[in-house]
């Protein structure tokens, strides 16, 4: 083979490869609820740094499970690609080992959903070009992560157009033995009122006014999939208009890394219906 063919095969080569050039930033975000600071991972789409100064993106927040932290999802899924593929900024904040994004009743230390569904999206949208409105903001999350983000997007359905939950704890009561969980919770029996309150499944009549766009997915071989699936069940019952779906996989990376495709795309198709896709 010539040289002049050679390298005209390269090139072609390097036309077609697909350039994924997001940038993934790790920051320091402020909590005053909380009286610290806290990591988060912000990934920006390749757009972002190709752009103008006047060019604005939809946000979409993934949380972590229990845990974890701010590093997972980045680690554990090719989650930038999506970022360039949708023009969207993907925000990874760290919720903690096991604070289920709750403000607990008896750890005041433990302020998540104040922290993520406010101080996190004060800090993000005074930093980034983001567009700061509920039709452009999306949040979900895995396990732990699922039922925080259902739960911060009913707190604050002034902040968010659309919420998701990928093999979602929708049903603390049955996550009793998980370690930790007693200590934002209390204790089952002394505060099993705050318990029954914040389960997502006693609150499925509130996403009828909450016109929240939400997509609830689960392995079929996983242990919460029964409570995914009566929150299922309620919701059809209340007509509230949502997604589900149950794939093959367990409570694994596997299948999140597989699921947060579909959420997502899901997500750029409602900010692309209501106007609110990428501003360039």
């Known amino acids: 083979m010539s040289c002049a063919r050679l390298c005209w095969l390269v090139l072609m080569l390097l036309v077609a490869a697909p350039a ?7 920051v320091t975000i402020p909590s005053a609820a909380m009286h610290k600071s806290l990591a988060a991972t912000v990934v920006l789409p390749d757009r972002y740094a190709r752009g103008k ?7 979409i927040y993934l949380l ?7 590093t997972d999802w980045n680690a554990n899924s090719s989650i930038g690609k999506l970022a360039d593929r949708y023009h969207v900024i993907l925000v990874m904040p760290d919720g903690g080992h096991e604070s289920w994004y709750i403000d607990s009743p008896v750890d005041p230390r433990s302020r998540y959903a104040t922290y993520v569904g406010t101080e996190v999206l004060a800090y993000i949208d005074m930093h980034f070009r983001t567009i700061p409105t509920r039709e452009a903001r999306a949040i979900t999350g895995l396990s732990m992560g699922g039922f925080g983000a259902l739960h911060i997007a009913l707190d604050r359905p002034d902040e968010f157009g659309a919420a998701g939950s990928m093999s979602g704890a929708v049903d603390p009561r049955g996550c009793e033995d998980e370690p930790g969980i007693d200590q934002v919770f209390g204790d ?7 318990w029954d309150d914040e389960a997502i499944v006693e609150h499925a009549h509130s996403f009828a006014n909450a016109h929240i766009a939400l997509t609830i997915d689960c392995g079929m071989n996983d242990s919460l999939v029964q409570s995914n699936r009566m ?10 208009p949502h997604h589900y779906a149950e794939r093959p996989g367990g409570h694994t990376w596997k299948y999140w890394a597989n699921a947060v495709q579909y959420q997502v795309q899901f997500f750029a198709d409602r900010f692309k219906r209501n106007g609110s896709s990428a501003m360039v």
């Open 20 to 26: 994924w050039a997001f940038q993934a930033r790790v």
């Open 53 to 59: 100064a006047a060019d604005r993106f939809p946000v």
């Open 188 to 194: 089952p029996a002394r505060h099993a009122d705050f």
């Open 64 to 70: 972590h499970g229990s845990g974890g932290d701010y």
């Open 231 to 240: 929150l299922h069940a309620r919701l059809l019952e209340l007509g509230v």
